[in-house]
T-cell receptor, first 115, second 111 residues
Framework: DVKVTQSSRYLVKRTGEKVFLECVQD?????MFWYRQDPGLGLRLIYF???????EKGDIPEGYSVSREKKERFSLILESASTNQTSMYLC??????????????FGPGTRLLVL | DAKTTQPNSMESNEEEPVHLPCNHS???????IHWYRQLPSQGPEYVIH???SNVNNRMASLAIAEDRKSSTLILHRATLRDAAVYYC????????????FGQGTELSVKP
């Protein structure tokens, strides 16, 4: 079974702190994604990566950055956390076949509270 | 972006079939229709996907209209563990297979 793990289920941080959310997948997938999920807004794509050291902006990249130094690991960074970044963060991975990504596998999510 | 429209919520009785509708009138010829579901306190999980023909797997069936402007996810016998938010999503081929999540349908299952 594909496993996508996220470093924390719950996280509490203060405004202005630098926050790292880590995601690891064990299926050698090329693609990795970071979403945030908010009530009434659904899942929104923050950043994604098709390969090591490669990143692409999603729909809401402002206030976030990412790092992909190894194929299995994709990190989401909040350079200076703000209260409007309080949310559920979901990581996902998928393989790439025929130039199109296949099924996405999601981690359990990290619920971040910024005070 | 290609969009989908689903009812906000639906209710079902345990062990009865459930038909979850989805409209996607702006679908293009190469967009796949995907369904994911999200159980409480978990990340979304893949359910099924299709392009033109109806599809079956161990979790569900997917019925796609002939004009592809709508589809229906069918759970043949709902169980309490099927209570979740079900997302109908178009996988947009010319955007590298990007998934665009809508609001989903919250399915509740009564014993």
């Amino acid at each position: 079974d594909v496993k996508v793990t996220q470093s924390s289920r719950y996280l509490v941080k203060r405004t202005g702190e630098k926050v790292f959310l880590e995601c690891v997948q064990d299926m050698d997938h090329e693609n990795m994604f970071w979403y945030r999920q908010d009530p009434g807004l659904g899942l929104r794509l923050i950043y994604f990566s098709y390969d090591v050291k490669m990143k692409e902006k999603g729909d809401i990249p402002e206030g976030y950055s990412v790092s992909r130094e190894k194929k299995e690991r994709f990190s989401l960074i909040l350079e200076s956390a703000s209260t409007n970044q309080t949310s559920m963060y979901l990581c996902a991975s998928s393989s790439l076949q025929g130039g199109v990504q296949e099924t996405q596998y999601f981690g359990p999510g990290t619920r971040l509270l910024v005070l | 972006d290609a969009k989908t429209t689903q009812p906000n919520s639906m209710e079902s009785n345990e062990e009865e079939p459930v038909h979850l509708p989805c409209n996607h009138s702006t679908i293009s010829g190469t967009d796949y229709i995907h369904w994911y579901r999200q159980l409480p306190s978990q990340g979304p999980e893949y359910v099924i996907h299709g392009l033109t023909s109806n599809v079956n797997n161990r979790m569900a069936s997917l019925a796609i209209a002939e004009d592809r402007k709508s589809s229906t996810l069918i759970l043949h016998r709902a169980t309490l563990r099927d209570a979740a938010v079900y997302y109908c999503i178009l996988r947009v081929y010319n955007q590298g297979g990007k998934l665009i999540f809508g609001q989903g349908t919250e399915l509740s299952v009564k014993p």
